[in-house]
């Protein structure tokens, strides 16, 4: 972080939760050698927790759980953060506001100064009492330059604890937009526990036997799976007027999606957030499967898969051969043939569904792509890039053939078929691309060094506000390493200005956000540094044999968001666990 470059790992956090959750297919087994039982308690005999109390869930660990610590919001095990340790609030995306959690309210007092006031009464999972003292130490925990959040005190100078119900954060510039992602995406965890840690513990630390304000506590970990525990005295019980309903949330590492849908078949999956090829046949027979909508695309949209290309290299430097690219690409094919309508086709800005009030449609009316080969042959002769040689495939402009390389990790199967079927649809345009399947830590490495042509990325997620996502797309400067944002290493001084201006305008002015918003835009698909394909899937397939009233569009069901993953028990899947039914009832 010494670059001072702007990075909100949780959003982007370890594309293995961003691709393998959300768009990714097949992950390998987890690794046999790992060593079973350790920490966070006995291990649990599945078979003795009452099934009628008990939640199994599945899609978000591929692996033995390595760690409980809520600073590792990439690969902590499943509820460390949103079910053992919380945040300040919560965001609804469907409201679009923040929801007082930790926090009893929050407000700008001038133009660098907020003020929280926190619930009163709240005590840790060890019987001390949560103060502000609490908040201002977690905070202070970003000074560490290794932590996730040190970019924060760029532009916070002080967090101070007047007393223990209140805490005041101070400014030198108020970065509204990242401030409110700020308050609903950051882990609070104890000073009596954490205050003598080192750095490398902080960061890197196990955190065995954790302890938390939240509604469970870990009852047990395994190769395979973490079990946790509702607690009978958690404060939101009757603070919040809201309780979990099962006691018991148990988290397998399902070796592959064929697997997680044979479980969810024969009732020993609650909920898989895998992506499941398929499931549209299942939800339409007899087989007890819930899904948000009961038609395509079933899923709610979770973030952005991109097609990206490495604009440091010919012909990618070329806006004319990007935008020759985007019209080039068969998108309708990959959601009906790939995805089978579990997808939606992406609109040309990529903003979320959730987001089209800031979707400019003069912009896009202007600017915007669709596919059309007739018109992706004329960009490319206009441009000239033509096929010289009779061979079917255009030249670059100095006669030098052009053979470009797409990457997606190896095992991701549905990621896998839409590289084949881009490379496909650009064939007719006189585009080669070859897929390359490397494995996935080969190709973060190369995607870090600007070691490829082009790739399939969807590492932005739903959040508070658009300004994550062109954050992502414009952040400068560009470094050596590219290890979580810009990956097509696209150079924009007026784009990247421009999201620093969108950072500093209040999450209420709608209009203000709309003005900016609209100019990246323009620059978006005047450039085109990335090529929006489809709306990767709120992944949830839910069984409805032991729970019911899973999250749905269509009657009296809660409107929220069935998922485990990482960083979203803060966007509603918290409250989906608060709404379940027992299916006997």
């Known amino acids: 972080m010494r670059n001072r470059a702007r990075i909100m790992i949780p959003l982007v956090a370890a594309g293995l939760f961003a691709a393998a959750c959300t768009g990714g297919g097949s992950t390998p087994t987890p690794p046999a050698s790992q060593a079973r039982n350790q920490g966070a308690g006995a291990t649990a005999n599945p078979g003795s927790l009452p099934r009628n109390e008990t939640l199994y869930t599945t899609g978000t660990q591929w692996g ?57 009464g709240i005590k840790w999972s060890d019987g001390r009492p949560f103060t502000a003292k609490d908040v201002v130490f977690s905070f202070e925990l970003g000074k560490m330059e290794t932590i996730p959040y040190h970019n924060l005190w760029d532009w916070l100078k002080t967090a101070e604890a007047p007393d223990d119900q209140t805490v005041r954060f101070t400014f030198s510039k108020a970065n509204y937009q990242e401030w409110d992602f700020m308050l609903y995406s950051r882990s609070i965890v104890p000073e009596h526990i954490w205050k003598d840690r080192s750095e490398s513990e902080v960061l890197d630390g196990v955190n065995e036997n954790p302890v938390g304000t939240g509604a469970y506590t870990f009852m047990s970990k395994d190769q395979d799976r973490v079990v946790l525990q509702r607690r009978d005295d958690w404060w939101g ?59 395509p695309p079933y899923m709610l949209s979770a973030n952005t898969a991109w097609l990206v290309p490495n604009t440091t290299s010919k012909p990618m430097d070329d806006p004319a051969f990007r935008k020759a690219l985007a019209s080039s690409i068969n998108v309708k094919q990959i959601v009906e043939s790939v995805y089978g309508n579990l997808v939606k086709a992406s609109s040309p800005t990529g903003l979320l569904p959730q987001w089209d009030q800031f979707v400019d449609q003069g912009v896009v009316g202007r600017s915007g792509f669709a596919f059309d080969t007739a018109k992706a042959k004329k960009l490319l002769a206009d441009a000239g890039y033509r096929d010289g040689d009779g061979d079917g495939y255009v030249e670059n402009k100095d006669g030098a053939k052009i053979a470009l390389t797409l990457i997606v990790p190896s095992g991701w199967t549905d990621w896998m078929e839409a590289a084949r079927s881009i490379a496909a649809s650009a064939k007719t345009a006189g585009i080669q691309i070859t897929p390359d ?97 489809w ?26 968001g069935a998922v485990m993953w990482r960083n979203w028990l803060e966007l509603g899947g918290f409250e989906t666990l608060t709404q379940l039914q027992p299916s006997g009832s």
């Not at 044979?262 to 299942?282: E, R």
């Not at 899937?537 to 569009?553: E, F, I």
């Open 237 to 295: 019980k009757s603070v919040l007027n809201m309780e979990p309903k099962p006691r018991y949330i148990v988290d397998i590492a399902t070796p592959s999606n064929e697997v997680a849908m044979a479980m969810l078949l024969q009732k020993g999956l609650d909920l898989s957030n895998n992506f499941l090829p398929g499931v549209a046949n299942l939800v339409q027979g007899d087989f007890g499967l819930a899904t948000y909508y009961d038609q």
């Open 535 to 560: 709306y990767n899937g709120l992944w949830a397939q839910a069984s409805t044999s032991v729970w019911k009233n899973w999250p749905a569009a269509n009657g009296s069901a809660p409107k929220t």
């Open 64 to 120: 033995p759980p390595p760690n409980f610590n809520p600073i590792r919001e990439w690969d902590s095990a499943v509820g460390t953060k949103g079910l053992v340790y919380e945040t300040m609030f919560h965001y609804d995306p469907n409201a679009a506001k923040l929801t007082p959690w930790l926090a009893a309210s929050g407000s700008w007092t001038d133009d660098t100064t907020y003020e929280v006031k926190l619930r009163p």
């Open 437 to 533: 399947f490397p494995d996935f830590n080969a190709l973060v490495e190369r995607r870090a060094k600007g070691d490829f042509d082009l790739l399939i990325n969807n590492e932005r997620q739903l959040s508070n506000s658009p300004y994550t996502y062109y954050e992502y797309m414009f952040q400068l400067p560009v470094q050596k390493q590219q290890n979580t944002v810009n990956f097509a290493r696209y150079e924009n001084e007026k784009a990247w200005g421009l999201v620093q201006e969108l950072d500093q305008i209040k999450t209420d002015d709608i209009e203000g956000m709309k003005k900016v918003i609209s100019q990246l835009q323009q620059i978006h698909l005047d450039d085109m540094p990335i090529i929006p394909l």
